[in-house]
């Protein structure tokens, strides 16, 4: 045996062996846990030894929680913590906190907090004073990103947009207007499969016929990753009825944008996309010119053709 290595138990213990000490000793007030987004196998070795020290799971909902629950032997206390009584059960939650009671909160999938509840319980428990950690592990925006084939970084993840068309218009021709003042980001959205091909056919409008992926039922039987340009997706869906989970990456804006800077060019840039009425507010929100004098310009270059 090499004499270096050997290790006396009166020792302090390795630093690689201490996170299990920790997560024991001692646990913070409320722990985030990840779980797994459609492969119940994906949750974290840390993940159930937390979710089986603490006095109570909180949790979206108690029946789906069951299911993983019970698959890893958890038999914790389970109440349900959603957004309609999040609000109201704070003072309950955080004097529990203060008495000594640990909690471990979890969503129906991957992330808590992520296009999920539990936000404001974070806020209330670091406004406590109390101690907040997390064991992180499944998120379907992130792996969707990185399977997608667009640059990684930097990304904007926006979640849901509003479900119906106007607003949701209005939500994209804000992020082109984001995209006209500078950012260069992949887009990265959540949206439910009965919306999708509606939600590529504005993406395809608003954006233009950039490369996009669509990532459905990750992790899952039927995972698919579909690799194209908006143009192309928003057809396929548009014929195809998309099932199950999905999540919409949306690359970068193109090179031939990057110098767009002046009004007038990043009009035209926004009159090739979209209509009038969004270009100008697109650009009004871009620069901060008043939203008339925008739209009044862009009557102009119209006429010019
Ligand atoms: N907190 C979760 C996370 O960390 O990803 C997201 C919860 S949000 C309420 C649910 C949405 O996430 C779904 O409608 C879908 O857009 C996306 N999603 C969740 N699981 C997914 C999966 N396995 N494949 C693709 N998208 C998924």
Do not use: W
Not at 112 to 135: E, H, K, M, N, W
Request: neutral net charge.
């Amino acid at each position: 045996m090499n004499e270096d290595k050997a290790q006396d138990a009166t020792e302090d213990p390795p630093t690689d062996a201490l996170p299990r000490a920790q997560i024991r000793e001692p646990l913070p007030s409320l722990v985030l846990v990840s779980t797994p987004i459609g492969n119940l196998q994906d949750l974290s070795d840390r993940a159930r030894e937390v979710l089986s020290c603490v006095n109570v799971i909180l949790c979206e909902d108690t029946r789906t929680s069951a299911v993983l629950l019970r698959t890893h032997n958890i038999r914790q206390k389970c109440i349900a913590l959603h957004e309609h009584n999040e609000e109201a059960a704070l003072p309950r939650l955080i004097e529990a906190m203060q008495a000594g009671q640990r909690f471990a909160l979890i969503s129906d999938a991957g992330t808590p907090l992520v296009s999920d509840p539990g936000y404001r319980l974070v806020r209330a428990t670091i406004d406590a004073g109390l101690s907040v950690s997390g064991v992180p592990g499944p998120n379907a925006a992130v792996l969707a990103l990185t399977l997608s084939g667009l640059p990684p970084q930097p990304f904007l993840f926006t979640g849901f947009l509003p479900p119906r068309h106007g607003a949701r218009r209005a939500a994209m021709a804000a992020l082109r207007g984001a995209e006209l003042a500078g950012l260069n980001a992949t887009h990265v959205f959540y949206e439910a499969p009965h919306r999708l091909a509606a939600f590529l056919t504005d993406a395809m409008s608003v954006f233009g016929p950039r490369p996009a992926a669509v990532c459905r039922e990750l992790t899952k039987h039927f995972e698919e990753v579909r690799r194209d340009t908006l143009a192309t997706l928003a057809a396929h869906y548009t014929a195809v009825q998309a099932r199950g989970e999905i999540v919409v990456v949306v690359g970068p804006a193109g090179q031939d944008e990057e110098g767009a800077k002046s009004l007038e060019e990043s009009l035209r840039v926004a009159l090739a996309r979209m209509s009038v009425k969004d270009a100008a507010a697109a650009v009004a929100a871009a620069t901060g010119l008043p939203k008339k004098q925008v739209y009044k310009r862009a009557l102009e270059l119209l006429d010019q053709g």
